[in-house]
T-cell receptor
Framework: ETGVTQTPRHLVMGMTNKKSLKCEQH?????MYWYKQSAKKPLELMFV???????ENNSVPSRFSPECPNSSHLFLHLHTLQPEDSALYLC????????????FGPGTRLTVT | AQKVTQAQTEISVVEKEDVTLDCVYE???????LFWYKQPPSGELVFLIR??????QNEISGRYSWNFQKSTSSFNFTITASQVVDSAVYFC?????????FGAGTRLTVKP
């Protein structure tokens, strides 16, 4: 595998379900990011991790819970989501956290029913 | 507060035409970074360019060129001799420290 991979690519879940999105980067980067891309809003930065520590949390509801066990893996745990949370969730990585070029995964298309 | 405006929602051109995508930004910081990303139909954003606020030199990379003007807070992107493979959504973004603020994107369609 090369670059940034995300699984699953598509996910349909009910409002009472619990699921997790997984991201893995194979670039040796130290920073990882979660973004939300919905039809009605520009791409929104959700979380930033640097060397497994969260350095940015952009007022994201607590029903989204990130986890970064090591610098290569990033998870987004989902529970009791709302239909408006349906979106494309993109993971990215960069050499360091900050204003550097980011490499994106293909995203997970989430539908909340 | 940071803000990025891409006023052109959609642009359609015929192959071989030149096309310019506009980007206007707002920031109070003197040190910041500007980016352009391309999102093809596959969904994966692809990095195109990064410029810092102290470097106003225009840049050319093949058919792509970028014009950065601090006086008008603009960072425009031009594709020369467009090709069908250039069809995608293009995003301009602004970053100061950790926060990357994206514009709404411009959908470019290049017709054969």
């Amino acid at each position: 595998e090369t670059g940034v991979t995300q699984t699953p690519r598509h996910l349909v879940m009910g409002m009472t379900n619990k699921k997790s999105l997984k991201c893995e980067q194979h670039l040796g980067h130290n920073a990882m990011y979660w973004y939300k891309q919905s039809a009605k809003k520009p791409l929104e930065l959700m979380f930033v991790y640097s060397l497994e520590e969260r350095v940015e949390n952009n007022s994201v509801p607590s029903r989204f819970s990130p986890e970064c066990p090591n610098s290569s893996h990033l998870f987004l745990h989902l529970h009791t989501l709302q239909p408006e949370d349906s979106a494309l969730y993109l993971c990215a990585s960069s050499q360091e956290a900050g204003p550097y070029e980011q490499y994106f995964g293909p995203g997970t298309r989430l539908t909340v029913t | 507060a940071q803000k990025v405006t891409q006023a052109q929602t959609e642009i359609s051109v015929v192959e071989k035409e030149d096309v310019t995508l506009d980007c206007v930004y707002e920031t109070r910081d003197t040190t910041y970074y500007l980016f352009w990303y391309k999102q093809p139909p596959s969904g994966e954003l692809v990095f195109l360019i990064r410029r810092n606020s102290f470097d106003e030199q225009n840049e050319i990379s093949g058919r792509y060129s970028w014009n950065f003007q601090k006086s008008t807070s603009s960072f425009n992107f031009t594709i020369t001799a467009s090709q069908v493979v250039d069809s995608a959504v293009y995003f301009c973004a602004l970053s100061e420290i950790y926060d990357m603020r994206f514009g709404a994107g411009t959908r470019l369609t290049v017709k054969p």
